[in-house]
């Protein structure tokens, strides 16, 4: 094993890599879906009112409501902003504030206020906003609240908000779209393209070849791993041993890559097995998107002894003690897995 | 007086600053074979390209069976037979399929796509898509491709690059019986002695300009240099080669010195092959 | 133009598409993943906030807004039978008021009000019940607000006959469905000139005209085609068929245009893919913003397959007409002129 060698050809891998298509998909695609499924089914399955307001004058009122989290609170500039808002649905309900509103709560005046409704706003979301207006208007007109109320959650676990239960769904897809695609797809190109047989009789050996591809699809798969926690703020108190983690998956994720771009002809032929296939790879991560199945069955997929780690990692706190057995069964896995990337590597070298 | 079926006036393809084709002008009689000789890069598939309307000449005219090709382009399309130099099948379509497709493009009427492949040895192998053919039988086919509509004028760009003797055998077969039913050929080729067998004419083709256009005997004439080449034993054993140019003023009496002087154990008369004569043309081989 | 040559390549380009193992797969399996997902959403949406009540006496304010529409109290005989309920999840809310509630309002004391939710309720319906209870509990107590709201209602009052989330999403499955013909179309033209099959058609009989003919026959027609199966099954043409199967006739030339782009655009199958994506992302994100409303902002209408959505969206689930969407089909059409005719001249030019 030559590293020197191993460095050249990385290059190669990087100076071509930024160039392909699937490059860039291995980007795009999971901060795509990132935003897209946080945005999709945050608002999909949210129950959330939404409350626009213009103020003509200088209250309180929408700095009060943009506090409350049960609703969602918007203030914009003018009534045409606010009307075209509401009639396009971005808000249910949507109030203009007179000048003088709170100083004319305050003395207990006569306010008569012009509020805009959404057609297509459900009939709850036009009780509770009201109410909650009404609320908030008693909070500025400093009326002592007349009851005690006494708040009691029942039932075991906490739900997990969509926002967390998607989490690992787009951890895997980062961290697999680069981690197995890259490889894969530079793989199948080189040997259609006959270049992987200039290759292989020149000094540079098939592991020395996989190698190099091996680490543009590890970092740029830890690179996407990172990313999306960052951008779901969901990196924990243990940064190191997350990346530490990301990376053993990332590992695992190029592995198969390398298999597959071995076994498999052409890209159709790749994307094909990818998209029929995709469930052993996300099948953990279903689990997690619906508690309602039962988790064993999470453990049948390799890629939950990726995921756990960093779900617990990143999302429950967890420690080195919470993850230690699944990131030795993973690194067993990764071990493992070098027996047929052995086996891929002596078939390409034959048929080259 | 023979019909001129290709006729290229002042022929000419420019690329930037390349002139790929310069001013080329040939003629191509009814019924023979016109072989287009010359190294890579040379200008060979561009000028065929401009004969069967795929590219546009920046200047001159090419006319195929009298039609200008710029101007009447379906109608010269309809009466010519194009095989490629780069295979470009449908991969995943059989050769059954790939015949229909275009004995129906050509309008054929009742065409029987398996006599046609069984004239070209893929016999047995017609519902067999063509992604699981050898080099050699995709070439094949690609050669009954450009015989789907019996068209009067052939267009053959280097027909048996990298094929086995066996195959090179059947396709120059194929050639001379389309010939012989009175076809056209224009073969493009750098294999010397392809163009040799098959070819009525041979023109030589380099950096763009036709250097040199007549039979390839008269070629020979011109050109080349007759010799007898002999293999003698000199007293010690040691076996030597002796050359006696043919066609000199000396040469009877250097053949008698050789069977007085020496032990003669084989000799033959030799001709110049084209290669040898492309390159006392040009001053660069075909294979360059 | 020559039909029967036209009619050859059609047949030709479908039977290569037929066999071209990725997109006959996603195909398939879009349509009927598609429909699968339609049925599997909720056929109505739920407009009521039901709560669970244990209550000995009913306050007044807390009668009123049980006959309001979107607001439901379930009443419960026993305290214990309102902690079960909610406990195993039936309901993710319950109000338990004490026994002397009006004794306490009147005697200018706070009565302590018990809410139980469960563990899966979500942090808003808290939110959205104890501001209930305090604000008809000032009500109750005769503290009434001087403010009057008086509301307009922006769009077509949909209270009680709201589009159910699978009708809107409808419109995002049937655009997805026949725009990602557009890539398969694509990669069709493209997999053509990589292998060089196209040269062989150019110097047939055939002209330039019959081949853009056909190609546009056959991307138009594979994406009509499911778009009309899909919406007929998922009962999208109930209502303004002839308007919607227009559109979506128009909606697939687009897209075949489109196609044209792509191609002329990619130099490989894998570019074909990759920018095929990125137009599709492009071209859903109308439909996307219909489905979450607000979402998108007025910038939207510069994305051709705003009108498709537009149109398809008012006809289905409003029942709009040809008079309210004769404009939306002007620039359609407008939109289809320029693509297609562009993709041609660009395409073409690849071409030779």
Redesign the interface.
Known sequence: MNLKRILILLKKEFTHGPKSFIFIWAIAAPLAFTLVATLAFGTLFSDKADLGIFDRGDSQLPLMAQEIDSFGTSEYGSIEDLRQATESGAVDIGIVLPVGFDEAVLQGEMLKIEGYIWGESLAKHRITLPIAIADLIRDIAGQEVPVEIESITLGGETGTPWNERLLPFLVLMGVFFGGLMLPSTSLIEEKQKKTLEALVISPASIAEIFIAKGILGITLSILMGVVILLLNQAFGGNLLLLIGVLALGSVMAVEIGLICGVFIKDITTLFTVWKSGGIFLFGPAIVYMFPQIPEWIAKIFPTYYALQPVVSLSLEGGGWSSIAVNVFILTGIDVLLLIPVGLAAKRLAQRS | MAENVIVAEDLTCQFGDLVAVDHINFNVTKGKILGFLGPNGAGKTTTVKML???LKPKSGKALLLGMDVAKNI?KV??K?G?C?E????????SAL?NLS??A????VRGFDAYTLLKRVGLEGREKDRVENYSKGMKQRLMVA?SLVSSPEILFLDEPTSGLDPTSSEAIRNIILEERQRGATIFLTTHDMLEADKLSDYVAFMNQGKIVALDTPDNLKQKYGKRALKARVSNASGRLQNREIALDTPKTAEAIHSLFEKERVLTIHSEEATLEDIFIKITGRGLAE | MNF??IK??VA?DF??FS??RFYALITFIALIFYMLIYFLMPPSVDETLEVGLYAPVVPPSFQLIHAVEGFGFIEFESEESLRLAVNEGEYYSGISLPADIMEKFEAGEKPQVKLYFSAAAAAEIKDTIEIMIRELSYQETGQSLAVDVSYDILGPDLIGEQIPPRDRMRLMLVIALIVFEMMGLASLIVEEVE???I?????????VRDLFAAKLIMGTGLAFVQGLLFMTIVGGLNSQPLLVVTTLFLGSILFTGSGFFIASASSDMMSSMGWGIIAILVYTIPAFGIMFPGTVTGWVRFIPSYYIAETIHKASNFNSGWGDNWSNLLILLGFIALILSGGIMVLRRKFR
């Open positions: 069967t309307g795929q379906e399309q309809s010519i194009v490629f780069e295979t470009n099948l449908y991969q995943k379509m399929e497709l275009f129906k493009l050509f309008g491709r | 029967s040559v050859t390549l030709k039977r290569l066999r071209n292998q060089g099959t040269r062989a058609l150019l110097v047939t009989p055939m002209s």
